[in-house]
């Protein structure tokens, strides 16, 4: 990867694509850290570590946004909102294209269907950021922190609606903002700049990582806050570092993995040419839905823990012991997202891939699976590979997703940010840019590069 990188650095035109990528980084970065008016940061990040400190789990919607913001959510900055809207937007929409005639059609119209397509995206978006930015406003209204400070800062009155106002348009102005900021990685950088900036965030909080790890080794030296020494921690830091290697070297292994399935094209003659009788293969990836089962079993999962945040319930009542099953740390949490994460894998296959379309397209073109007829018996048999394949990725999804969580429950280790969700992204983000940039080297007959 980093010799691919070297390599695309010498050619000019990577070199600016490569730059203006960094460039964009950094802007988000910088947004990221400019507050929004009339909002009292100092007391929110101590109502966010208050939080944190009562629920070790992390597991409610707010802590699920703020590692995807880069830590700008619990700071109510202007890209608090992260690029969330947007995929929200982009998964709602592809699941429309799916129940929605019209959208099918559109989406098989091509180039100028896809802009279309987007555009429709892009005002859901802008849709979902005020939904989304209306509802943070009130959040940071109703609160205060253990002090009794509010945590916005403006007058009674007309001022509390101007104030109101502001903070929404603010924050929806943001999600807008870093989505033409992907856009432009698109135009003018390198990968997919929604990816790209959604990356950045995750790795953002890699430095908090880091210094929970410290903090935990220094407990084992006994010079942390505990005072006494708890030998432990050294084995359960190093053990943590090995699995978060291993499952990068999984992730890895698993996004190139591919069931190919033999096709092979009968001989035609037109006009004086013959064409076909060549054989193929149909690929299937074995991570079929990528990281969106996880994203949407979360998701789900997430909002009992989010409403026991806004109506702070007490937890020795019943609907407090309720909610205390969806902590992370809870053994019907962890079921449940098992289940939900093999039901979503499903799902997003069904809507992805119709077998009885791949026979069609398979049969008009003249080509067959060897020992299999066209037609019926064709289908039935992309349907039958397509199950066992979308097996194998839900269970490789479940344990990458399951992992930190039976880690942080054994041992009592928390606030460890980086989930496997984060991972998956990271390190499939990654895999993806390496290969933008060895096909744009290849498009440049570059050759050698990879020598």
């Known amino acids: 990867m980093f010799k691919t990188i070297r390599n695309a650095w010498t050619i000019p035109d990577l070199r600016k694509k490569i730059l203006f990528t960094l460039l964009i980084i950094v802007v988000f970065r910088v947004g990221s850290v400019i507050p929004v008016p009339f909002v009292n940061t100092t007391a929110l990040q101590n109502v966010m570590q208050a939080s944190a400190a009562a629920d070790s789990t992390n597991n409610n919607m707010i802590a699920y946004l703020n590692t995807l913001s880069g830590g700008a959510f619990s700071n109510a900055t202007l890209f608090a909102m992260g690029i969330t809207p947007y995929i929200n937007s982009s998964i709602i929409i592809q699941l429309l294209c799916v129940a929605i005639p019209a959208l099918e059609k559109l989406s098989k119209e091509g180039e100028a269907g896809r802009r279309k397509i987007g555009t429709i995206t892009r005002y859901v978006t802008v849709g979902l950021g005020l939904i989304q930015g209306t509802a943070y406003f009130f959040y940071l209204k109703n609160s205060t922190d253990e002090h009794g400070t509010a945590l916005t800062s403006y007058n009674k009155g007309f001022s509390m609606v101007f104030a109101a106002i502001v903070i929404v348009l603010v924050f929806t102005a943001g999600t807008a903002l870093m989505m033409w900021l992907g856009e ?78 033999p096709i092979q094209y009968a001989k035609r003659v037109v006009g004086r040419k013959m064409y076909g009788g060549q054989s193929s293969h149909l690929p299937i990836k074995v991570a079929l839905g990528g990281v969106l089962p996880i994203i949407f079993a979360s998701s789900i999962l997430s909002i009992p823990s989010t409403i026991n945040l806004f109506a702070k319930v007490d937890k020795s009542t019943f609907w407090g012991k309720f909610f205390s099953l969806f902590n992370s740390d809870s053994w019907v949490y962890i079921g449940l997202y098992f289940i939900l994460i093999l039901m979503f ?107």
């Open 345 to 451: 894998a499903y799902f997003y296959t069904t809507i992805q891939y119709n077998p009885v379309e791949m026979a069609n397209n398979l049969k008009s073109n003249n080509g067959t699976v060897p020992g299999i007829r066209p037609g019926a018996p064709t289908a039935a048999y992309i349907k039958k590979i397509l199950s066992r394949i979308t097996l194998i990725g839900a269970l490789f999804l479940s344990v990458i997703a399951l992992v930190p969580l039976l880690y942080g429950k054994l041992t009592h280790m928390s606030g460890l940010s980086l989930g496997g969700t984060s991972i998956i992204i990271v390190v499939g983000v990654a895999l993806e840019t390496v290969k933008q940039l060895e096909s744009q080297m290849m498009m440049r007959h570059y050759k050698g590069f990879l020598d």
């Open 184 to 261: 432009q990685i698109n135009k003018y950088g390198i990968g997919n700049g929604i990816s790209i900036l959604l990356f950045a965030g995750i790795i953002a909080r890699l430095p908090f990582t880091v210094t929970m790890l410290t903090e935990y080794w220094k407990q084992g030296l006994g010079t942390g806050e505990e005072g006494s020494a708890q030998p432990k921690y050294f084995a359960f830091v190093i053990l943590w570092v090995v699995i978060f290697l291993a499952v990068i070297w999984i992730i890895t292994f698993m996004q190139d993995s591919e069931r190919r399935i």
